[in-house]
């Protein structure tokens, strides 16, 4: 007969008082090993989802509310007292997605910048060296971070272009103002990066609500012969704004829209919606994966195509009563 472990029941919702792993805050697998729990069990608890990763080698329970303090508390268990948070670790102190998309099965080294001049030769940590100014870093919660404009500054240069644009576009919405990051491309003038920084700051736009959005957006600019696109265009029914098409170009009624496993689950309620958008919007929608956009996709042709179909059938189109069938 299997041993059993009074706290972790068949049938139990979450961790609760009987777990001897904190149920508050973060810890680490060094810290589950010395409450008893290994971490052959501990991975037996994240595949159920009683707990989850936070960083590489930090995990919570899964109940524990997801903070600017909690996230704080979890880099503090590895990140040296002395170390600045850079990069996309600190667009995540800062609560800003911008994780790579294999994030999801994998969590990324923590990215720091260490003062001390040395890099520090862990595995879950990945460090460098670089110029700061005293106006680049602040405290969030006691943990020394890049600023958002920094931060801002230096994914704008380091990342691939696309997860790039993504970065800035979801900085500018978290607060970052678009005069400042445009101000701050110069200072980096001869340094990596910066010729991409230079392309990319004006482009720049926080009206996409998810890196994928911002993603979709950048292929769209790359395609020859395209209409300018608009994140986020309201369509209108009956002079009431009813749907939000996530990038597109209003004149012509042409929409692409990002399909991801996170926001469109219900397959019945997209398909309405986009009915509706075609029969009484008069919008061709074009929907993408992350297949199409990532990490080699190239929806440029479909883009292009769709562009087409809508110049076609905008003669076709009378305001007051939908389209003429032919």
Same mark, same amino acid.
């Given at each position: ?6 706290w972790l029941?068949?049938d ?23 409450l ?18 936070v960083?590489?080698?930090v995990?919570a329970?899964?109940q ?20 600045i948070?850079?990069d ?6 800062h609560?800003?997605?911008v ?22 030769r862990?595995p ?34 380091r ?15 978290? %607060?970052?103002?678009?005069?400042? *990051?445009l101000? $701050? &491309?110069? /200072?980096? @003038?001869g340094?990596? +990066?910066v010729v991409?920084?230079r392309?990319?700051?004006p482009?720049?736009d926080p009206?996409p ?20 696109p ?19 170009n209003d004149?012509?009624?042409y929409?692409?829209?990002?399909d991801?496993?996170?926001f ?13 958008l ?6 061709i929608?074009?929907?993408f994966?992350?297949?199409?956009i990532?990490p080699? %996709?190239?929806?440029?042709?479909? *883009?292009?195509? $769709? &562009?087409? /179909?809508? @110049?076609?059938?905008? +003669? ?6 939908g389209?003429?069938?032919?």
């Amino acid at each position: 007969m299997a041993y059993r472990i009074p706290w972790l029941p068949s049938d139990l919702s979450l961790l609760d008082e009987r777990c001897p792993l904190p149920l508050t805050g973060p810890f680490t697998a060094a810290r589950a090993q010395e409450l008893g729990v290994s971490r052959t069990r501990l991975a037996t608890l994240s595949r159920r989802g009683l707990v989850r990763p936070v960083l590489r080698g930090v995990y919570a329970a899964a109940q524990v509310v997801d903070t600017i303090e909690f996230r704080a508390a979890a880099l503090a268990l590895v990140v040296p007292p002395t170390a600045i948070v850079t990069d996309r670790t600190a667009a995540w102190l800062h609560m800003v997605d911008v994780l790579a998309p294999s994030a999801v099965h994998e969590m990324p080294p923590v990215e720091i910048y260490s003062r001390a001049g040395s890099r520090l030769r862990r595995p879950d940590v990945a460090s460098g060296e670089r110029r700061m100014r005293d106006e680049d870093v602040m405290v969030a919660n006691g943990v020394l971070v890049t600023t958002k404009l920094r931060t801002a500054l230096d994914l704008g240069r380091r990342l691939n272009r696309f997860h790039a644009l993504a970065a800035l576009d979801a900085l500018l919405r978290a %607060g970052v103002r678009h005069e400042e *990051l445009l101000a $701050g &491309v110069e /200072r980096f @003038r001869g340094e990596r +990066g910066v010729v991409q920084l230079r392309a990319l700051a004006p482009l720049a736009d926080p009206r996409p609500e998810s890196p994928p959005e911002s993603v979709l957006r950048l292929h769209w600019l790359d395609a020859s012969g395209m209409p300018p696109p608009e994140p986020q265009v309201w369509v209108h029914d009956g002079g009431y704004a009813r749907y939000r098409v996530d990038v597109g170009n209003d004149d012509l009624r042409y929409g692409a829209e990002y399909d991801g496993a996170l926001f469109h689950q219900d397959v019945e309620v997209d398909e309405g919606r986009r009915d509706w958008l075609d029969e009484s919007g008069g919008w061709i929608i074009d929907a993408f994966t992350a297949e199409d956009i990532y990490p080699r %996709g190239d929806p440029t042709t479909r *883009l292009q195509h $769709g &562009v087409y /179909r809508a @110049r076609r059938r905008s +003669g076709l189109w009378v305001p007051q009563g939908g389209y003429l069938r032919r």
